[in-house]
């Protein structure tokens, strides 16, 4: 299954990143590293058309499952990552197609945060936003970092979002 990871974080190097390295590495993935395009917010006169967003798209078309990952900010996705969202708007309205074209993909969530548990508002978002696109929504999977060393669940974390994934193809076919 070719599967495309999209990051949104104001950190880089940070926590989901190495969270998100983990998964690539052990999937083949490939990931897109939001703060490395030139996205505009939403906008309902879409000036913005001629960002990097629809050019994204288009690219990650090529994909059969999308990983969304994002660290948890105020029980919410990344703003990086929020931006990303609202423009999924377009795929609705000025880009029908493009949208229509999504249909059916796999979605999942690859998220770290100093709780403990992820809080089930985050998850929210990512499923009901799938649902409307008529995407299949397989899950979250959660690093809580609380220590430095927390950091060494980062590898399991991202096995068992693997394992998922595979567990969800396998169903599917």
Known sequence: MKTAVILGTSKSDGNTRKLVDDFVTLSDALLFDLTNYDISFYDYSHNNRNDDFLPLIKELLEFDHLVFASPVYWYSMSAQLKVFFDRLSDLLTIEKELGRSMKGKSVS????????????CFVAPFELTANHMQLQF?????LSVQMENDLQNSMTIAKQALNRLKATQYQTT
């Open 109 to 120: 969530v690859l998220s770290s945060g100093f709780n403990k548990n992820c809080p089930s």
């Open 138 to 142: 397989i899950g979250n999977e959660y």
